[in-house]
């Protein structure tokens, strides 16, 4: 079978080279499975921000819905205010000039 040492070097080169496609196959392979896991963490994080800030948006929304309505209350509030305020001035005025 083998007749010469240059055939058993042959041989060995050949599985050599064999070995070396066989394990760089299987290096890219794990790292094609590693991208991959990072690409779906990625894709994971990526929902959980969106999330976060649609809540926050939402947040700021109500937020500033409620300023508003807090902004109408406080000025209505005032204008009954000085209007109790003007009507019992009025009240003493009235009490102060009395029957003359």
Do not use: C
């Not at 991959?36 to 929902?47: D, G, L, Q």
């Not at 649609?54 to 209007?83: C, H, P, W």
Request: no cysteine; hydrophobic share 45%; glycine share 4%.
């Amino acid at each position: 079978m083998f007749e010469t040492s240059k055939d058993i070097l042959n041989l060995v080169l050949s599985l050599s080279i064999f070995l070396v496609a066989a394990a760089l196959s299987w290096l890219f392979y794990q790292m094609a499975k590693t991208f991959h896991a990072i690409n779906r963490v990625a894709e994971s994080v990526e929902k959980i921000t969106g999330a976060i800030e649609e809540s926050i948006e939402r947040f700021k929304d109500k937020t500033s819905n409620i300023a508003s309505y807090l902004t109408v209350v406080l000025k209505t509030g005032q204008q009954i205010l000085e209007m109790v305020q003007n009507k019992r001035t009025a009240r003493r005025n009235k009490k102060d000039a009395g029957p003359e």
